[in-house]
């Protein structure tokens, strides 16, 4: 491995554990799945609360590792992300104490309804966050050139 080619891989690797590390505490403290002094659950956390956290983590960690090599931006990752976002953040939250959930469906339909539907809210939160990070992967593997070719096209004036 070159030295350019090990700086960038560990580059990518700093990128993938910031950004998975701060997924899991923006999802996790305020949802109390990670305990902590400034949030508390009224209802237990569940197993595939933590699941979901960490799974949510890993991608987004992954996927924000690919943009540390240049390629096109595709703003269906971008939508993708924002969705798998928003699907975990309800699947990992406590339904009663989320006051969007409790404001459209009481406080006995969130503990009731919507905590059954939560699992598969995860299942699609990291379905999404899959299918970003494949969409990603594809991006790079079909339009990615490096920055050398990028500079030295733009002194000839032509396209790499």
């Not at 700086?7 to 799945?33: K, Y």
């Not at 924002?82 to 009663?96: D, E, F, H, K, R």
């Not at 999404?128 to 490096?146: D, F, K, N, Q, Y």
């Amino acid at each position: 491995m070159s030295w350019m080619n090990r700086r960038s891989f560990v580059r990518a690797g700093a990128v993938a554990v910031a950004v998975s590390l701060a997924t899991a505490l923006i999802l996790g403290v305020p949802s109390d799945v990670i305990p902590n002094p400034w949030f508390e659950r009224k209802l237990p956390t569940r197993t595939f609360e933590v699941l979901v956290l960490t799974t949510l983590s890993l991608l987004a960690g992954a996927t924000a590792a690919t943009y540390t090599r240049p390629s096109p931006t595709d703003l269906r990752v971008a939508r993708t992300g924002a969705s798998a976002g928003i699907a975990g953040w309800l699947a990992v939250t406590c339904p009663v104490c989320n006051p969007i959930v409790v404001a459209m469906l009481g406080t006995s339909g969130a503990a009731g309804w919507f905590s059954r539907w939560q699992p598969a809210l995860g299942a699609v939160a990291v379905l999404l966050a899959a299918v970003g990070l494949g969409l990603r992967l594809r991006a790079i593997r079909r339009g990615t050139c490096s920055m050398r070719e990028h500079h030295f096209a733009a002194l000839r004036g032509s396209r790499p």
